[in-house]
């Protein structure tokens, strides 16, 4: 694979590269693609200069756009158009173009996903639009179905001119509202790389408002822009844009940092993005830092020395070119030190990194292509690269305060997490607490193995009733009762077998009682129910529901039924719990000596 490059200067100069173009390809043929990077915005002028490519090149796939900055050979291209020539041995290329104007963009992305997976050995598609970046949400969205082996990249046409419409072209034609990619498939590999350098600065903010996917109203629920006056002084102004350059919001989605910045600010204080944000995303403001963006680019061409580039197309946001002014040559020159390399500004930067393809801001995005083998080592220079890259190793006080206020954030937040994370640790060790207690308390008035209350339990709450009821605040009746003939359960069939059979009568009691009473287990097979504010017929019938349900459901292992005997006592309202309990005792003795199974009530 080889990539020559042309700076097209003035009139003439276009002739010029395909006529030499067109001798070389005589010579050494190949599979030709041209990418046209324009400076102009005139859709006359365009036209022209892609009649003559396709003229002079029939058949080949021609794609470009126009843009605010060319990028060749190393440097900045100001002003003038950058014309690009791949020629691959045994890789494809394809041209397809989806218009906007009447497809939506879901119909445009299941149109291009079915174009894209009828080519066999796909290796990446190149996407260049003439739209809003945020608008291609949902066309990167579809494109993550393809396998994660394709790459993705490209960017968003610009022109030097604020305010005029962008264009793509393909096709021999412009367009103003379209999508075109362009495929690549055969023995290319495409390895892209995209690099931001803008570090996160403060505290993390919240996005509690938003006005469809561009618009942020609330940040913390406060107007948005006030972080931008509480911060940096920045207001709401003709020039608000400007001064915002520096300072774009950062998100992180998919363990990646995204950058979006604000276009400009409404009357309300909300902020109109470039890119689409979400509400309920943690955003930090962040600063521009001219070091770091030139060491996040050593550490791409780094990376692309090691692929063994042959050839390299380069997207890069427009802010990054007025942000770093001269010194954006000592961004792009390291890859012209690997192999060709031609690409232009652009309002938005496409890239895929695991699979996931996104719209960026800010980033530069370069896709590195060879046909030959990786190499064992780069032939590139390190040396020779850092050089370049760090020409001055000057840091400005603002740098340093910056990192200042960075690191200082993140330790801050650091120790605030962990503040969080004792107080969490402290609620859960708290609330480990609580349930114990509550444990202990519940297993301190409750038996063990039926799960009523115990006797001490019952007993205060019968004194309770008791003292209640010499009060003249309440009225109730209480039932005392005995499994009939229970020892020769334990010594015929074992002392599990008794404890079924206690634990059975237990369910029966919670099962009749609910709400209107409360039981316990006086001790051994003997058992105490209370019933509060409880007309005697109810307390009868309860008894009788208790009695009938025991002798029904409570079968012996031999299949004999199991009885009980209940004696009921009725407050006086003038008696002790002594003389009250004496009664119930009588009635429950009555009961057993009438024959067992029955109910015996002492008034």
């Known amino acids: 694979m080889k990539q020559y490059n042309y700076e097209l200067k003035e009139p003439g100069s276009l002739g010029r590269a395909v006529a030499e173009m067109k001798e070389r390809m005589r010579r050494e043929g190949g599979n030709l693609f041209i990418m046209l990077f324009h400076a102009g915005n005139d859709p006359d ?147 892209v790389h995209m690099n931001l350098g803008w570090q996160p600065l403060g505290r993390d903010m919240t996005i509690t408002a938003m006005e469809g996917d561009t618009i942020i109203k609330e940040l913390d629920h406060q107007p948005a822009a006030e972080i931008y006056d509480r911060y940096l002084h920045i207001k709401n102004s003709s020039s608000f844009g400007r001064d915002v350059l520096s300072f774009p919001l950062i998100v992180t989605r998919d363990e990646q940092m995204v950058a979006r910045l604000p276009d400009s600010c409404r009357d309300d204080g909300a ?70 390399t031609a690409g232009g500004y652009c309002h938005g930067e496409i890239s895929r990194r695991d699979g996931k393809t996104s719209g960026l801001n800010m980033t530069l995005v370069a896709a590195a292509f060879r046909e030959k083998s990786a190499p064992e080592k780069s032939s590139v220079s390190r040396e020779k690269t850092k050089d370049i890259v760090f020409g001055s190793d000057k840091v400005t006080t603002i740098q340093r305060l910056a990192s200042f206020v960075t690191v200082s954030s993140s330790e801050l937040e650091e120790a605030n997490q962990k503040l969080e994370e004792a107080n969490d640790k402290l609620a859960e060790l708290n609330g480990q607490l609580a349930h114990a207690n509550s444990r202990l308390s519940y297993l301190a008035s409750h038996d063990g193995l039926t799960d009523l209350y115990n006797r001490e339990t019952i007993e205060k709450e019968l004194r309770d009733l008791m003292e209640k009821n010499r009060s003249g605040k309440v009225d109730f009746f209480a039932l005392m009762m005995d499994l009939d003939n229970f020892k020769a359960i334990n010594d015929t069939f074992g002392h599990d077998e008794g404890d079924r059979v206690l634990k059975e009568l237990a369910a029966i009691l919670k099962e009749n009682l609910a709400e209107k009473g409360m039981a316990g287990r006086w001790g051994g097979d003997e058992f105490m129910v209370l019933l509060p504010e409880t007309e005697r017929k109810e307390a009868l019938e309860t008894a009788e529901s208790i009695r009938s349900s025991v002798l029904n459901r409570i079968p012996r292992r031999d299949g004999e039924a199991v009885s009980v005997s209940l004696g009921i006592a009725r407050s006086t309202g003038n008696e002790h719990t002594d003389s009250f309990y004496h009664r119930m005792d009588h009635a429950l003795y009555r009961a057993k000596k009438s024959g067992k199974n029955v109910i015996v009530v002492m008034e």
């Open 271 to 340: 902020l109109v993005m470039a890119g689409s944000v979400f509400e309920g995303e943690k955003c930090r403001l962040a600063y521009g830092d001219p070091n770091e963006i030139i060491r996040r680019c050593q550490e791409s061409t780094n990376k692309i020395a090691d692929f063994g580039a042959e050839g390299i197309l380069i997207f890069s946001c427009i802010t990054r070119r007025i942000f770093l002014k001269e010194d954006s040559d000592q961004i792009l020159a390291p890859y012209e030190a690997i192999a060709p």
């Open 45 to 191: 002028i365009i036209a022209s200069d892609l009649k003559e490519l396709s003229h002079a090149f029939p058949g080949v796939p021609i794609s470009g756009m126009n843009n605010s900055g060319g990028i060749m050979e190393g440097h900045r291209v100001l002003g003038d158009s950058v014309l690009s020539f791949l020629v691959f041995r045994n890789t494809e290329m394809k041209l397809f173009v989806y218009d906007m104007s009447r497809l939506s963009t879901r119909e445009a992305a299941e149109k291009a996903l079915s174009d894209f997976r009828k080519i066999e050995n796909l290796k990446g598609v190149e996407v260049l639009i003439s739209i809003a970046i945020y608008r291609m949400a949902g066309f990167f969205d579809v494109l993550d179905r393809l396998p994660p082996s394709v790459a993705v990249f490209g960017g968003a046409a610009d022109s030097y001119t604020a305010g005029s419409t962008a264009c793509v072209f393909a096709e021999g034609r412009v367009l103003t509202n379209a999508i075109v990619c362009v495929t690549f498939a055969g023995d290319a590999s495409i390895d």
